[in-house]
């Protein structure tokens, strides 16, 4: 299979009554792979932004080719201290369309497709006290779309119809998300990755 190339975006509108958001994404493009990590800092504000500010730095300098588990617990190591965080990380192998997750705490992460997948993730805080991590892969088919939400929007909400909006770029579909979705009183943050 040849390379595919993947439209993505991050987009995150801060909680109404604050300067500095306690949600941020990060995206990076590893060789054939795309590492993807969405943090929500507990709360908001600006505890929850030196939280998920320390997120990004260590994913910044981690080694992101390690395992997600490893990253994870890096994270978890790292964020002690802080006003911890929930987080959601995925790697995809554009080449082979694997996708590989590791999540802890409530960030969601579906799977819009002919066959749509939510992931469950593992109870915890990272940085205070997370359960045994396990990794979870699976193939995505050309024509996939990848949605992390952090719970600035409703989790039990079905975006079929946004995200299958013909014409839509990743980021239209993620600024669709965060602006008839999100709520005012959190930071709303979403990833969106067209495989
Ligand atoms: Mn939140």
Redesign the pocket.
Known sequence: MTSRSTDHAFVVRVHSDEEVSG?TGVIKQLGDELFIALV?GLGHGSEAHIAAAGAAKYLDGARLKNSLIDIMQGLHKHLKGTRCAVVALCRLNQRTGMLNYVGVGNISVKIYAPKPIRFVPREGIVGYIISTLREETLVLSEGAILVLH???LPAHLDFSEVVSRQGSSARDIAETLVSEFGKKD??ASCIVVKV
Request: charged fraction near 70%.
């Open positions: 949600d929500d952090s719970d600035g959190d930071d």
